[in-house]
T-cell receptor, first 112, second 113 residues
Framework: AQTVTQSQPEMSVQEAETVTLSCTYD???????LFWYKQPPSRQMILVIR??????QNATENRFSVNFQKAAKSFSLKISDSQLGDTAMYFC?????????FGKGTSLLVTP | NAGVTQTPKFQVLKTGQSMTLQCAQD?????MYWYRQDPGMGLRLIYY???????DKGEVPNGYNVSRLNKREFSLRLESAAPSQTSVYFC????????????FGSGTQLSVL
């Protein structure tokens, strides 16, 4: 069975600061993919960043980057220069095969 | 390009009533999914269809049935709704598997009284 754990239910950061959201996972597969999704109050699910497990290089997308530690099964998301529009739920997810398994989410509040 | 379209957006049911949530995608994706989202629980997979003609149970299938009507459409049916099925339901689709992201619909807020 695959599991995804997000240990921070809520976090807060000031505008322009940097914040890191934690995620750990467990899988017996060697070939898998990791994702961070953002869900703003509009409820829409938006892909933030993805990482292939076979790639050692950490993925980056503008202000968003990950720290992928395969041996430790850790996949944290760093948001730099936080903006008010980053306020949302963030879900870590693991995919091996067809389905995507999600963590319980971290609610991030960006304050002025 | 509409992407993934779910209907209805909101629904209120009484315990024991039945209803079908509709989902359609226009991206020619092979795989489609139904998730439910509950506070503090994240998104949990109910059923999925890896390709047209196949369906499989996910993590929380009890109380639900699905139909992959064709490549575009994947419906979720509640035969006898229960208050425990109050949730937000998301349909999603993807092409192939692996690093392909899922495209999500905008969700259905369902309340069962």
């Amino acid at each position: 069975a695959q599991t995804v754990t997000q240990s921070q239910p809520e976090m807060s950061v000031q505008e322009a600061e940097t914040v890191t959201l934690s995620c750990t996972y467990d899988t017996s597969e060697n070939n898998y993919y990791l994702f961070w999704y953002k869900q703003p109050p509009s409820r829409q699910m938006i892909l933030v960043i993805r990482q292939e497990a076979y790639k050692q290089q950490n993925a980056t997308e503008n202000r968003f980057s990950v720290n992928f530690q395969k041996a430790a099964k850790s996949f944290s998301l760093k948001i730099s220069d936080s903006q008010l529009g980053d306020t949302a739920m963030y879900f870590c997810a693991l995919r091996s095969g067809y389905a995507l398994n999600f963590g319980k989410g971290t609610s991030l509040l960006v304050t002025p | 390009n509409a992407g993934v379209t779910q209907t209805p957006k909101f629904q209120v049911l009484k315990t024991g009533q039945s209803m079908t949530l509709q989902c359609a995608q226009d991206m020619n994706h092979n795989s489609m999914y139904w998730y439910r989202q509950d506070p503090g629980m994240g998104l949990r997979l109910i059923y999925y269809s890896a390709s047209e003609g196949t369906t499989d149970k996910g993590e929380v299938p009890n109380g639900y049935n699905v139909s992959r009507l064709n490549k575009r459409e994947f419906s979720l049916r509640l035969e006898s709704a229960a208050p425990s099925q109050t949730s937000v339901y998301f349909c999603a689709s993807s092409d192939l598997w692996g690093n392909e992201k899922l495209f999500f619909g905008s969700g259905t807020q369902l309340s069962v009284l």
